[in-house]
């Protein structure tokens, strides 16, 4: 008996777009080749049409349409993928011009968003901003929801559900949407639990691949994994960390953004993103490398204002700046701090901007302890971060940057 490898071949894609000017093609096109390769296609070829706007119907011009199709014809193409969104008449007119499976932007993103989902509350984001994509796209598309149907636009927990009715998918989303609807009250409930017990939350954001897991890995040893793909993870991570001040915060890791983020993704990922619209600080991290760091960082602040982060302090994180590519680019904001989230450069210089971003509800003082008060010398050691201690005839000499609460509690000891 011999026996085969089943090897599965990556389906070759045809990148499309409609160059309009409202944005730069060249780069969204880079960005969405990149995308392509995250959900494992090969892309093997580029169509651009300049035009005022997509066709109403065909999306691209009838002679730029057949010149695509006879591309599709003789290159072996599995796959087009459009850079703009198309409408469902678009995309079944194009698919039936071209003869081959059509997917726009969105749709690759909530693929990629399917095959990364880990836990409950993220699959469960994900087949809910299937189910709304795919809701109106339901007629004409036939053969495509089959069961034995697979590829690059058809993964993730909504993909069987497509085969049945539009009453039967409204159903399922309000379903998912009762679900999610729990799980962010269990979310503002441990929110409001750590406002009661008086812990601060620092968010994580950036655009994607522009290394926060790695940061978060580097900061507090999360093992969480960090790629150089985009939205190598989704599900949000929290881990405690310690900053300079002696003060215990926690980290939060959330979603990675992009140009043109998908209304379906933004809606059904709320009650995640809103982590970073509760949090005392937010460190926007960026990929200090890429010559388009500066529009990234206008794409996440957006997204921030958005989400109701206005009067949030945010520290910009200027990732990656070991790389040689950094040595040329242009002067950051002054606020800025320049870091490697991956050799550890300039992370000091990060978490004290942290603590000085956040709430200023600690000082550094000098107290002198009476060796008969040893339990509020453990309580301020506890609690702060202590720069120097001597034992001196009077007593124990902290010099410590402690909590406000606990210079009101031990006035009689605070010398400076």
Do not use: W
Not at 12 to 35: K, Q
Not at 170 to 193: F, N
Not at 337 to 348: F, N, W
């Amino acid at each position: 008996m011999e026996l085969y490898e089943n090897k599965t071949e990556p389906e070759r894609a045809v990148l499309v777009a409609v160059d309009t000017g409202e944005y730069d093609c060249d780069s969204s096109l880079a960005e969405l080749e990149e995308l392509a390769d995250t959900a494992g296609a090969q892309v093997v070829g580029f169509v651009t049409q300049r035009r005022d706007k997509p066709d109403n119907a065909t999306f691209l011009g009838s002679g730029r349409l057949d010149e695509l199709a006879e591309y599709c014809e003789n290159n072996e193409i599995d796959l087009v993928i459009t850079d703009n969104e198309l409408s469902p008449s678009q995309q079944r007119n194009v698919e039936k011009a071209v003869g081959t499976k059509v997917i726009d932007r969105t749709a690759l993103i909530l693929d990629i968003f399917a095959g990364r989902a880990v836990s409950n509350e993220g699959k469960l984001q994900v087949e809910l901003a299937q189910l709304k994509y795919s809701l109106p796209r339901l007629i004409g598309q036939g053969n495509k929801l089959s069961r034995l149907g697979g590829g690059i636009g058809t993964r993730g927990p909504g993909e069987t559900k497509l085969e049945t009715d539009k009453r039967h998918i409204r159903r399922r989303i309000t379903a998912l949407e009762h679900q999610l609807d729990e799980l962010e009250k269990r979310r503002k409930y441990a929110r409001a639990r750590r406002e009661k017990d008086r812990v601060e939350t620092v968010a994580i954001v950036g655009y994607t691949n522009a290394g926060k897991s790695t940061l978060l890995n580097t900061l507090t040893e999360a093992g969480v994994l960090a790629q150089d793909k985009l939205f190598a993870t989704l599900d949000p991570t929290s881990r405690a960390l310690t900053l300079p001040d002696g003060r215990q915060v926690v980290l939060v890791d959330t979603v990675g953004f992009i140009r043109r983020l998908p209304h379906e993704l933004v809606e059904a990922f709320k009650s995640t993103l809103e982590e970073a619209a509760s949090a005392k600080a937010i460190i926007n991290v960026c990929d200090y490398s890429d010559p388009e760091y500066e529009e990234h960082l206008e794409v996440t602040e957006k997204l921030l204002d958005e989400l109701g982060c206005t009067g949030t302090p945010v520290i910009t994180a200027l990732n990656k700046c070991d790389l040689d590519t950094c040595a040329v680019m242009p002067s950051p904001d002054k606020n800025a701090v320049k870091i490697s989230a991956l050799t550890g450069e300039g992370i000091d210089e990060l978490l004290a901007a942290v603590a000085k971003a956040l709430p200023a509800n600690r000082m550094r003082v000098k107290m002198l302890i009476p060796y008969s008060a040893g339990s509020a010398a453990a309580e301020i050691r506890e609690d702060g971060a202590v720069h120097s201690e001597t034992y001196s005839e009077n007593g124990l000499l902290l010099d410590v940057t402690v909590k406000t609460e606990l210079i009101d509690k031990y006035p009689n000891y605070v010398t400076v």
